[in-house]
């Protein structure tokens, strides 16, 4: 039978061991409980949202990041300066003519007014959003930045001409190319300040250990290089296609070729989507034949 | 396979895109067809679609035959595969890439839950060179007792911008085994008041071998003339023998209830982890002393070790000790039944149990004693470890804790030695506690 007593001293050489901790029977006393699953007995599961996933971390940062190292910030750097090219260039290639304000104020000075006030807000939520790390306003910054280039109206490409740019179409195009490129490149490294301030605390808190990180950082910055220029170029092959195409054609009947060179429809959006499905129906096509494994293997054995 | 963020960048170009043609807007659709260039060139040349990997345990590595396999291949060795709570266990992973080319991998060697990695990291971001290799080591704490597994390996490779990506599980496992933790009782008996529980070399009532004196008897062929009483002789001038009483060690049997019941409480906390630690020491304790042991664990089902002796039979105890796990709710008075005709008589039981939710327990132990068994409960205190996780209200708590000491007291009352096990307290004090020294 349990004994009165917790006295153990002749079991200890007179060395009183007691036989439960005091601090649990003075709890037992005082606390207030109830019969819910105390919090802590509960595993704490994080699993990303959906928006959390698109956006390479929490919308809500739970996890505190340690201060920036040298990568990161550089990286922040970089998101600044693609800001404000980016914020230059919506400028120039989204006139507040035919934006859905214009439709709705009807008047172009206060359309002007709105248009600036969306590129500004999302030229400072970004920066706001990459200095402190919060993926919160970096999400607004993107939200702004695809609003301000929303527009009902036009079938050529419009501009603000700043500089004297509408007489140079081709100058024009390349300009909303070299504006694509930026908003996905501002995508990507604001992301990427979010990764890898993730990353980093982690490492530094050794849940994650890398090996040889100056090779995985050089492989990010290669990219960061190649990808954009590698965008650039083709995505100009595709939008020439009105010029290509009848090139080509122009090799079967000269005609012909003049006769498209001269279509309103091909020079118009219509010619850039035309472009568009040809160059894609030649890259789902090396899809279905499974050319990226082959490639793949290809690079794999190379040198066995 | 797509992330999320291309999903979301190709499903933005899409709409762009309609929109664009839809409103004959020209940028619409320059942004996306850039943004689908993009994803595509990632697709093409992210390299991606190259994790084609094997996993095999490392003692079935022999050398370059792997290759054939696929490109990253994992392996795995364990520092042991039998080991004490809280104790640690070191991992060694070696990952090869067989192919040309530099990857960069995500590697992430999966752990029991319960496990806590003590040291290194069992997720590991790394580039391994073209037919490079390398070796990851990490250490875990084992804090429970059980049969665990680590693995498989899961490689992820993704383009720099995490646009998409391919993951791969390596099928390698390598099993280990956690045997409770033991309690070192051999101090507390020296310090008690009485040597020992239980006297260890107990003389059965037969003849045999041994040397103790038990009778004297008549010379029959064949008998040693060293056993020849040559007084008895001279006495009663016929050839007398002297006849000794077998020497044997008594059977100790342990009853251990795994019940579902026993695992009230906290994971680390509850009467079925005490119990199976108990088992462990008392196994110990008495197999070091020579004496016969026999296990029996029921919850699900009835599973026993046959008493034996020895080194190699407290590996068995702790191995079926380790794979205990709380199930069923077969009552005691079943085990007693099942148990009873193969116990010899007077053999000492210890039965260590939460006394929950069996209605069968006091006739069960009530049979045990009436056939003179020597009966130990130790009961760890499933109310104590509720209390404590506050799980239990105050109110409820008495009420259960009155209940439990009405059931004790008629326990004790049978003659069984008995001590309610509170969460602090060690085995040595509990059992101490029982025996009533």
């Given amino acids: 039978m349990r004994k009165a007593s917790s006295d153990t001293a002749h079991l200890y050489d007179g060395k009183t061991v007691r036989s439960s901790a005091p601090s649990r029977k003075k709890l037992a006393g005082q606390t207030g409980i109830g019969s819910e699953i105390p919090m802590d ?8 949202s959906f928006i959390e996933s698109l956006i390479g971390g929490p919308i809500v940062p739970k996890m505190k990041f340690l201060p920036p190292d040298k990568f990161v910030q550089n990286m922040q750097l970089g998101v600044y300066v693609i800001l404000v090219g980016l914020a230059l260039l919506t400028y120039i290639i989204s006139p507040p003519e035919g934006t859905i304000w214009f439709m709705l104020l009807g008047s172009s000075d206060l359309a002007l007014i709105f248009q600036i006030g969306i590129i500004a807000g999302a030229t400072g939520l970004g920066f706001w959003g990459a200095y402190q790390r919060d993926a919160r306003y ?14 009902f109206a036009s079938s050529k490409t419009s501009v603000n001409d700043l500089f004297g740019l509408a007489d140079s179409p081709t100058l024009l195009a390349s300009l909303v190319v070299i504006y694509s490129v930026l908003l996905i490149m501002y995508f990507e490294l604001s992301n990427g300040v979010m990764r890898y301030s993730m990353l980093d605390t982690s490492i530094r808190t050794n849940e994650v250990y890398v090996m040889n990180p100056k090779k995985i950082v050089g492989k990010y910055h290669r990219s960061l290089i190649i990808n954009p220029i590698i965008a650039t170029v083709l995505a100009s092959i595709v939008l020439s296609a009105n010029t290509i195409l009848p090139w080509f054609v122009g090799i079967l009947s000269e005609d012909t070729a003049t006769r498209l060179r001269e279509s309103v429809e091909l020079g118009s959006v219509y010619g850039v989507a035309l472009g568009t499905l040809f160059v894609f129906i030649v890259v789902g096509a090396l899809f279905a034949l499974d050319l990226p494994t082959y490639i793949q293997k290809k690079r794999e054995s190379s040198d066995e | 396979m797509w992330s999320r963020k291309s999903a979301l960048l190709g499903s933005m170009a899409v709409a762009m895109y309609l929109l664009g043609l839809t409103l004959r807007n020209s940028q619409l659709v320059t942004i996306a067809v850039v943004i689908f260039v993009f994803l595509t060139w990632a697709a093409l040349f992210g390299g991606h679609a190259d994790v084609a990997s094997s996993g095999r345990r490392a003692d079935e590595w022999t050398g370059e035959e792997g290759v054939a396999l696929g490109s990253v291949l994992a392996m795995r060795k364990l520092s042991g595969s039998r080991i004490f709570e809280d104790g640690e266990l070191t991992v060694t992973l070696r990952m090869q890439n067989n192919s040309g080319l530099a990857k960069i991998l995500e590697v992430r060697d999966r752990v029991p839950e319960v496990m806590r990695i003590k040291q290194g990291s069992n997720y590991i971001l790394m580039e391994l060179g073209p037919r490079r290799e390398t070796y990851i080591e990490y250490t875990v704490e084992c804090p429970l007792r059980g049969f665990y597994s680590v693995g498989p390996v899961a490689v992820r ?42 006297t260890g070399a107990v003389n059965i009532r037969q003849p045999g071998p041994g040397s103790e004196f038990y009778s004297l008897r008549e010379y029959f062929e064949g008998d040693s003339f060293r056993a020849i009483n040559w007084s008895a002789y001279a006495r009663s001038g016929k050839l007398m023998v002297n006849e000794r009483e077998r020497d044997a060690v008594s059977d100790i049997i342990i009853i251990i ?36 042991v026999g296990v ?5 089902e009835v599973v026993s ?15 079926k000790l380790a794979g205990a796990v709380a199930r069923g709710n077969i009552p005691l008075q079943v085990v007693v039944n099942r148990i009873l005709p193969h116990i010899n008589k007077g053999s000492p039981i210890i039965f260590l149990s939460n006394l929950e939710d069996d209605p069968t327990i006091v006739s069960a132990l009530r049979d045990f004693r009436a056939r003179d068994f020597d009966v130990t409960v130790l009961s760890p205190s499933s109310l104590e470890f509720e209390f404590d996780a506050r799980r239990l209200d105050r109110t409820g708590y008495e009420v259960m804790k009155t209940e439990r000491d009405v059931l004790l007291g008629e326990l004790s009352s049978l003659g069984v030695n008995i001590m309610d096990w509170e969460p602090d307290m060690l085995l040595s004090t509990a059992l101490a506690g029982a025996r009533g020294f």
């Fill in chain 1, 138 to 151: 970096m999400l607004g910054s993107y939200s702004l930045f695809i609003l301000a280039i929303m527009r």
């Fill in chain 2, 296 to 300: 029996v664990v029921y919850g699900d």
């Fill in chain 2, 257 to 292: 209830d795994s019940r579902a019941v026993s695992e009230t409480g906290p994971v680390s906390r509850n009467a079925l982890v005490y119990s199976t630690r108990a088992a462990a020491s008392l196994a110990k304790y008495f197999l070091g002393r020579r004496d016969s």
């Fill in chain 1, 41 to 48: 007995a509960i595993p704490e599961l994080e699993m990303p």
């Fill in chain 2, 157 to 198: 490779m993704q383009d720099p911008f995490g646009l998409f990506h391919k993951e791969k599980e390596l099928h390698v496992y390598n099993d280990f085994l956690v045997f409770p933790k033991m309690e070192d009782l051999k101090d507390t008996f020296v310090k008690s008041r009485v040597p020992k529980i239980f």
């Fill in chain 2, 305 to 319: 070790v046959d008493r034996d002796t020895g080194k190699k039979q407290l590996y068995v105890i702790l191995t």
